[in-house]
């Protein structure tokens, strides 16, 4: 399961930051990745800054799925917990869950307990 945004950059694929600035941060967890370069910074995530020109490809995925009957927006996936989010009042009654704002509430859930997952890619170009 994917979320956010994507860069290919020397044939490996990367979730990043914003993919609509002319640097793009690439991020990786876990191991270090095989090509250097990379920092880990204070979350344990593997990073580098790279021009935006050096990427072969970007994507933005949105990923839409359903938690505890409730339809939510998958935010980011690192390993094997998931980001979500709803629009939605109240707050579900699970310790995962808390508000954000203005009727925003988020939780960080193993992404098994999410169902009926839909991801939508779209390409984005990376000339600004």
Known sequence: MRAGGYAEWRGEL???????????LLQAW????????????????????VQRREVTRLEKVETF????GRRVEVVEV??????????????????AAYAI???LWGAKVPVE????VV??????????
């Open 101 to 103: 704002e203005n009727g």
């Open 113 to 116: 307990e999410l169902t009926e």
């Open 14 to 24: 990367y979730s990043c930051g914003s993919v609509f600035k002319p640097y793009v």
């Open 65 to 68: 799925a359903v938690w505890q």
């Open 78 to 95: 690192d390993g094997g917990r998931a980001w979500i989010q709803q629009w939605q009042w109240p707050v579900p009654d699970h310790p």
């Open 30 to 49: 876990g191991d270090a990745p095989a090509v250097g370069g990379f920092d880990r910074d204070h979350n344990g995530m593997w990073t580098r800054l």
């Open 119 to 128: 991801e939508t890619v779209t390409e984005v170009p990376i000339a600004l």
